[in-house]
Nanobody
Framework: QVQLVESGGGLVQPGGSLTLSCAASGSAFRFYAMGWYRQAPGKQRELVARITSGGSTTYADSVKGRFTISRDNVKSTVFLQMNSLKPEDTAVYYC?????????WGQGTQVTVSS
């Protein structure tokens, strides 16, 4: 299994930017597909962006063109660069590591977009 620790959340004004980081333990990070998910109050958790072990990326329609997921296999870290943030991006953001049928979640980091 892999342990995940997210960081980088906070309060930002609409139109602002934040970069989230998710640091993973263990030496097998490069074999995992990594995803960022979010959950707003009263809503289901949803996929925001995902990057495979080979570097292929997918995004939710609501964040395409604004968010960028990337990974650094040397540092065992996945990033989510978030630009042009909107109030509807407010949520707890979670990192997830996938390998075959194994899913490991981080503890989440709060992102609040408000003026």
């Amino acid at each position: 299994q892999v342990q995940l620790v997210e960081s980088g959340g906070g309060l930002v004004q609409p139109g602002g930017s934040l970069t989230l980081s998710c640091a993973a333990s263990g030496s097998a990070f490069r074999f995992y597909a990594m995803g960022w998910y979010r959950q707003a109050p009263g809503k289901q958790r949803e996929l925001v962006a995902r990057i495979t072990s080979g570097g292929s990326t997918t995004y939710a329609d609501s964040v395409k063109g604004r968010f960028t997921i990337s990974r650094d296999n040397v540092k065992s870290t996945v990033f989510l660069q978030m630009n042009s943030l909107k109030p509807e991006d407010t949520a707890v953001y979670y990192c997830r590591a996938d390998r075959n049928t194994i899913h490991n979640w981080g503890q989440g980091t709060q992102v609040t977009v408000s003026s």
